[in-house]
């Protein structure tokens, strides 16, 4: 299932578009990616056995997309100090999001710091692969899929949720990030 995600400003919005500007858009598209792509994996027939299993899936989508957009970051030459303030931004509106959305779920809680903890170790994680925009990425996807698969379980059911990321889900997150990314630094 495709989903339809807005990757331009308003026109009516003249301003410069600050990092933080940048970073809630990034989360938003994030998040909206990883719910899809999360609801479509148990649309192919992958079981989920609880939300807390859907949620570590999503939180692994959301911490693939947030090193994404650094790596974009760097790759584009931006500037250290407005690379800092997206990455920064961008990891508190991810929590935020995060937050909220397991508080509807759970009730009451401190889920914002378990992610940011996910965060910042799968960010370690991811840096130690090579992405380019354009391809040759099965490395690091291959890992996202891994700690998806870990999330997931091995079940019969689950058994091939690695093919589906690595092949699939991976290469549209990457190519609509990338498109959305793009679009939203346009000046």
């Known amino acids: 299932m495709a989903i339809r995600i807005k990757s331009n400003w308003s026109k009516t919005v003249k301003r ?17 990616l990883s719910l899809d792509k999360a609801r479509n994996l148990h649309g192919d027939d992958f079981d989920y056995s609880s939300d807390h299993q859907r949620i570590t899936v999503i939180v692994e989508f959301m911490s693939f997309q947030v090193h994404l957009a ?25 929590a935020r999001i995060m937050q909220e959305n397991c508080e509807d779920l759970f009730g009451d809680g401190n889920y914002r710091e378990g992610y940011i903890n996910t965060l910042n170790i799968r960010s370690e994680e991811y840096s130690q692969y090579e992405f380019t925009k354009s391809s040759g990425n099965y490395s690091i996807f291959r890992h996202l899929a891994k700690k998806i698969q870990d999330a997931m379980g091995s079940s019969q059911t689950n058994k091939w949720v690695m093919d589906q990321i690595v092949d699939i889900d991976a290469v549209e997150i990457c190519k609509k990030f990338i498109e959305v990314y793009e679009s939203l630094n346009r000046k």
């Open 70 to 94: 650094d790596r974009l970051l760097y790759q584009d030459k931006k500037a250290d100090d407005y690379r800092i303030s997206v990455m920064n931004n961008l990891g508190q509106q991810s």
């Open 16 to 32: 410069e578009k600050t990092s933080e500007d940048i970073a809630s858009a990034l989360s938003y598209i994030g998040w909206k």
